[in-house]
Nanobody, 113 residues
Framework: QVQLVVSGGGLVQPGGSLRLSCAAS????????FNWYRQVLRKQRELVAF???????HYADSVKGLLTITRDNAQNTVYLQMHSLKPEDTAVYYC???????WGQGTQVTVSS
């Protein structure tokens, strides 16, 4: 059973950067794709980026050029580097996979001066 634990959120000023981590444990070889999502209060969860087993990446149009998804196989961790953050990037960020695993708590990112 795969578990994904997200960390790295916090308060950052507009224009700042953050790196989120998604640490995987368990049978991670069964995960074909790692997805990053975000959810703003009272809105639907939004897929913002994914990384496949063959290192193909995809970004939502709303975040293209602002997010970079990478992985460290030795650490079983997938990262989401965020640049030039704006207040509208404020959300809870989650990591999940394909196939889907149990949702974790996510990490709050707040962009505010």
């Amino acid at each position: 059973q795969v578990q994904l634990v997200v960390s790295g959120g916090g308060l950052v000023q507009p224009g700042g950067s953050l790196r989120l981590s998604c640490a995987a444990s368990g049978s991670i070889f069964s995960i074909y794709v790692f997805n990053w999502y975000r959810q703003v209060l009272r809105k639907q969860r939004e897929l913002v980026a994914f990384l496949t087993k063959v290192d193909t990446t995809h970004y939502a149009d709303s975040v293209k050029g602002l997010l970079t998804i990478t992985r460290d196989n030795a650490q079983n961790t997938v990262y989401l580097q965020m640049h030039s953050l704006k207040p509208e990037d404020t959300a809870v960020y989650y990591c999940n996979g394909v196939p889907l695993v149990a949702w974790g708590q996510g990490t709050q990112v707040t962009v505010s001066s």
